[in-house]
């Protein structure tokens, strides 16, 4: 819980609380869920005996706010009731995606009116009673996110007691039936304006208490102003013990001594009030007593005086219940309802204050809360370098095995060591058998028998996880399992031998998805972030690790399937002399062109040794070998030999369907005609004239020239004479052919290699090594693409690093209907530019996301200051820097703001194209000048385009003239491309820029370029 939460809380609270009536507090309820959401709708929902009333709604679209004065229940076309009915007993919030739902909630008559696409239901509760929902709902294909629905979660509580006491038609459950006292508070339920402040107040100075005994003086000091707490004290869970541990109770002015309970003694009120989450009220202790605890047995209190009226109030987070808080009196009848409200309103602000101050514990500083150190942030990022290079060790010993089974405990092996999973599984995709096979199931260490699970079970999370292709995180299976699958049904019979945390992944490779990891653990909140990290990057290694194996298996079963054929031809060999003699010298020959072949280097001697050995074997009275390029999309026949003379060299579109090497090589299919007359309509669908270069023959084979990996183009051999081709011929040249796409892949190589040699030369393997750690520390800080197209549909990011890591980098953050966008150049390529890279974003989520800077020239300035402090750079010598464009899309004003360190913004707005400057200065670099940045404002409503880019495009060295494309040259591309949407915009800037490089070999920079409409 962030302790920014609780000032908020109590000034919402306070606001909410004068309200006097349902539809005054309905509708700022209504206005305050749509500022703390992106929800399109939202409606507030009365239970009464699990019957439902719409008491008010509220659209985006519009400020006002539909208020029902009468108490029907809601018809079936006003609320998903069949939704509804299911989270009867729901404590904790429920985000329903209805692409998932079965088909019986479907037929929901208002799901079917409304066809909304997310709902989401906040419940209203008293202790255990349900006084209704928050219900959200979404037409559009995006969801509220979980941190926008927590603040709204905080307060839910306090609305539903004001909803409570508001409502006319809505049953109050009384707390008790004691008379009411005489005090400040002159309404049952409702604080005054006094009891208010001083609420607030503690709350305010609770928040930055440093212990429970602290917090307790603290709310004894204040509280007795408003409520007579002539004992106070707070317990505290001690899960470890299971018991409630009381630091420093008061009583009349003195602390007493620290005292305890345990969870399971029946005969006292705080565990009772823990136990039941409860709240404990009692004006008369002798009469009442057994309301709470029948088998009370008096006797004298452990630790105190003798006290008569009591109130004990459960202390909850979000999910659990953490304390609990009690006030107490010596006289009768010392309590009203409203002093029950404000020690239930203050036990809420205590959870928060509690919550902090145990994890403000958990570190070895006592004042983290206040000291964010550099070392801390350097620590975390040595931390980090140091897991990314063991999972670099651990991907190489995964992906060095060829063994499916090996994979599988190799994993497992490295994963225990990182992460605390006594449940390990992989599955693996079977296509034969329509099913997942269980390759690797350990629990607790033990290896269990392997099993297989039906593709058509849609009642598993393996089976959901390999589906969509979606990561499944489940941190307590009992309450979020219906939440990935609606329909099935968890059985908890024995919940203690259930595993309450899971995190399932897809295992993804080259092909698609090749099948699952889960890891799963007893306890609750098993998995941290980190841990979620650790297995993303294992499952990415086993991906590659298994795309390895299978394909070795399919070797295996292919040189099988050739041993097998070879085998059969040699025993129909053996029946026949003649035919043997005849093989023995096409395998010789074969054997001969392989050696002839492996030694040639040159595309043109590949072409000559193929066509002359060719002609020994069958009549190629037209020959040729075309080269697949895939850049310009056609294939070249540059040595075409027609009965011994030489063709001009011509090429054939891929995209042609009348060329029977187009379709040859574009579906990899052989073409082997014995009539041209008659068959080549198999292949051709045309009634035209087919032309070709040279005479027409009437027998033509055409096979594909392939590596494993590529297209290399394709081999034709044609006669003029029809039937003119023996099966045993076609299969000698497919033998041929698999040599000849391996010598002329083998040729490409080794002149690309040449060409690279004198660079290659100066890398070495060590250098090459530590900076893929780097580029794999780089990946992990950079936004994810899909998280950026959810919040900027109408972008793109055209991203290309000069070396494998990059100095140029992109920083993405959404917040408080705010989106941070930004480019920055670092000064410094490779590892030095990636490192800051890292620095960079870091730091940006340090002042934006922890000191809550949104303005983009604060921001800039505070970046400034924190470079030269991170760098020490007015002490030593360094002058690294960063050029950076920041901008700020605050969605609330319907505005964008931009600020520029050394950089400039394009604009483009109704066919005219504008450039915005920022500030000629870089952030860093050892400058003694203070610096201060500017901003720049525009209104999102004139639908403009904005581009934010780095200066390695324009760098590049490229063209026929070999000069630079120039940033005159960039922005008349961005410009000439206006029209266009921007999925096409960011191909049209890749194109230009590999057109302009074409066989340059170096790219001159990192490169760099985003562009987005602000408004979409």
């Known amino acids: 819980m962030k302790t920014g939460y609780l000032d908020q809380a109590l000034t919402i609270y306070q606001d ?24 399109e709708k939202v409606c507030i929902i009365i239970n009464d005996d699990d019957n439902f009333i719409l008491k008010a709604s509220g659209l985006r679209s519009n400020d006002e706010v539909s208020f029902i004065e009468s108490d029907h229940y809601a018809y079936a076309d006003q609320l998903p009731l069949t939704v509804l009915k299911q989270l009867i007993s729901s404590k904790n919030p429920v985000a329903v995606d209805l692409s998932k739902v079965g088909e019986k909630v479907k037929e929901d008559p208002y799901l079917k009116k409304a066809s909304p696409s997310f709902l989401d239901f906040i419940p209203l509760r008293i202790d255990e009673k349900l006084i209704g929902f928050l219900m959200l709902e979404q037409t559009q294909e995006v969801n509220v996110t979980a941190e926008s629905l927590k603040f709204i979660q905080v307060i839910a509580p306090q609305i539903a007691i004001l909803i409570q006491n508001l409502a006319q038609n809505v049953p109050s459950k009384p707390v008790s039936s004691t008379p009411s006292k005489n005090n400040t508070s002159n309404k049952d339920g409702i604080l005054s304006k006094d009891d208010l402040i001083t609420l607030g107040e503690i709350g305010q100075v609770i928040a930055t208490t440093s212990s429970i005994e602290e917090m307790v003086e603290t709310v004894y000091n204040k509280i007795n102003t408003i409520v007579d707490a002539q004992f106070l004290d707070i317990g505290v869970l001690n899960e470890k013990e299971q018991r409630l541990e009381f630091p420093g109770s008061f009583e009349d002015g003195e602390r007493l001594p ?5 969870l399971k003694e029946e005969n006292r009120l705080a565990t009772l009030c823990y136990n039941t989450r409860r709240t404990v009220f009692i004006n008369d202790f002798d009469k009442e007593i057994k309301d709470y605890i029948p088998n009370y047995v008096n006797t004298a209190p452990r630790i105190g005086k003798k006290v008569k009226s009591i109130i004990y109030a459960p202390i909850m987070d979000e999910k659990n219940v953490i304390g609990v808080m009690t006030v107490q009196s010596s006289k009768s009848n010392a309590y009203t309802e409203s002093d029950v409200y404000l020690i239930r309103s203050l036990s809420s602000y205590l959870a928060i204050a509690i919550d902090n101050l145990q994890l403000s514990k958990q570190s070895k500083v006592k004042d983290e809360t206040h000291l964010i150190t ?5 620590e975390q990022l040595s931390k980090a370098y140091t897991t990314l290079k063991s999972l670099g060790e651990i991907g190489q010993d995964i992906t060095s095995n060829l063994s499916i089974e090996r994979i599988a405990y190799t994993a497992y092996e490295s994963l225990n060591n990182l992460i605390d999973a006594p449940l390990f599984s992989i599955g693996i995709y079977n296509k034969d058998r329509a099913v997942m096979d269980i390759i690797a199931n350990i629990e607790n260490g033990e290896k269990l028998p392997p099993k297989a699970i039906s593709l058509n079970d849609d009642n598993k999370l393996s089976i959901l996880c390999f589906k969509t292709l979606k990561e499944i995180v489940i941190n307590d299976i009992i309450s979020e399992y219906t939440t990935h699958l609606p329909n099935a049904k968890l059985n908890t019979d024995n919940s203690e031998s259930l595993p309450k945390s899971v995190i399932y992944l897809p295992l993804i490779g080259k092909e698609g998805t090749l099948g699952f990891i889960t890891v799963q653990n007893y306890r609750l909140n098993a998995f941290a972030d980190t841990d979620l990290n650790v297995l993303r990057n294992i499952a990415i290694y086993i991906g590659i690790a298994l795309d390895n194996a299978l394909t070795y298996e399919g070797l295996e079963e292919v040189v099988s399937e050739r041993t097998a054929e070879l085998q059969q031809q040699k025993n129909e060999l053996e029946e026949n002399k003649d035919k043997i003699e005849q093989s023995y010298k096409n395998v010789q020959l074969l054997s001969d062109i392989g050696l002839t072949l492996s030694s040639s280097l040159s595309t043109d001697n590949v072409i000559e040794t193929v066509y002359e050995n060719v002609n020994n074997l069958m009549d190629a009275t037209t020959f040729g070998i075309g080269i697949y390029s895939h850049r ?9 030999i027609e009965k011994g003379k030489r063709l001009p060299e011509f090429i054939h579109q891929m995209n042609d369907d009348t060329k029977l090497s187009s379709l040859c090589l574009r579906d990899n299919k052989e073409i082997v005609i014995s009539d041209i007359t008659t068959d080549v309509y198999d292949y051709i669908d045309t009634q035209e004239e087919i032309v070709t270069v040279g005479e027409m023959p009437y027998s033509i084979i055409y096979l594909p020239l392939r590596t494993k990996e590529k297209l290399i183009g394709v081999i034709t051999v044609q006669s003029f004479k029809k039937n003119s081709y023996s099966d045993l011929q076609v299969n000698l040249l497919r033998n041929i052919a698999v040599l000849s796409a391996i010598a002329i892949d083998n040729a490409v190589q080794y002149e690309k290699i040449e060409r690279q040699k004198e660079e290659l030369q100066s890398t070495s393997q ?16 950079l936004p994810n693409r899909t998280y950026i197209k959810n919040i900027l549909p109408n972008s793109f990011i055209f991203h290309k690093p000069k070396d494998i890591v990059s100095g140029d980098f992109f920083w993405f953050h959404e917040s408080n209907q705010r989106v941070f966008i930004a480019t920055v150049d670092c000064n410094s390529n490779g590892v030095p530019g990636a490192m800051m890279s890292i620095i960079g974003t870091s730091l940006f989520r340090e002042i934006v996301e922890v000191r809550n800077i949104t303005s983009p020239d604060e921001v800039l300035d505070a970046m400034n200051e924190r470079i030269t402090i991170h760098l020490n750079q007015k002490i030593n010598d360094n002058q690294d820097s960063l050029d950076i464009s920041l901008c700020v899309i605050d969605r609330k004003n319907n505005t964008l703001e931009f600020a520029g360190a050394n950089t400039s913004m394009a604009r483009i707005k109704d066919g005219k194209f504008f450039i915005i400057k920022g500030t000629p200065s870089s952030i860093g670099g050892n400058g003694d000048e203070e ?5 720049h404002t525009f209104n999102l409503d004139d639908d403009a385009e904005y581009f934010l880019f780095t ?4 760098k590049q060295i490229g063209g026929e003239h070999k000069q630079a494309f120039g940033n005159e040259r960039f922005l008349k591309m961005l410009f000439d491309n206006n029209s266009v949407d921007m999925s096409k915009k960011r191909t049209a800037v890749r194109r230009a820029f590999n057109d302009w490089m074409d066989d340059e070999l170096v790219q001159t920079d990192d490169v760099l370029v985003l562009g987005f409409k602000a408004n979409e």
């Not at 909410?16 to 929800?39: D, N, P, Y």
């Open 16 to 39: 909410l609380s004068k309200e006097l009536t349902l539809s005054g507090l309905c509708r700022k309820v209504i206005e305050l869920t749509k500022s703390k959401t992106i929800a």
């Open 258 to 262: 620290f005292n305890f309970c345990s």
């Open 374 to 378: 550099t070392k801390k942030q350097e």
């Open 632 to 640: 310009k999309q056609h294939i070249e026949f540059i040595g075409a």
């Open 766 to 781: 060590k250098i090459t090594q530590s900076i893929k750690y780097a580029k794999q520390i780089q990946g992990a800080i």
């Open 931 to 935: 610096t201060f940045f500017n901003k």
């Open 951 to 954: 200066d390695g495009y324009h």
